[in-house]
């Protein structure tokens, strides 16, 4: 299987880095998911065409998580809760 490259935005690095530890641990089990099998979120339409949103818990909290893939590279959007979580991935 050929090696998949993570790559990250800076808003995704700017809400990683705000996380508690046990909630950076969710989102790195979130995006091992991803790798694993891209197609796990869901395909949103529109503006936000290509882009995937993975929902998954985190510490007793909704967290999404967005994405774009292709079959050698994942690029990781951003993280958080679903509060204005769309209308910052519009940015």
Do not use: W
Request: hydrophobic share 40%.
């Amino acid at each position: 299987m050929p090696e998949i490259r993570v790559r990250q935005t800076n808003g995704f690095l700017r809400a990683y880095k705000k996380l508690n530890n046990n909630q950076k641990d969710a989102v790195d089990q979130a995006v091992a998911d991803i790798v694993r099998d891209p197609a796990i979120g869901e395909a949103k339409k529109g503006d936000l065409s290509g882009v995937y949103v993975y929902k998954f818990a985190c510490v007793k909290q909704l967290f999404l998580l967005a994405y774009e893939y292709h079959p050698a590279s994942r690029l990781l959007l951003l993280v958080g809760t679903h509060e204005n979580f769309y209308r910052n991935l519009k940015r």
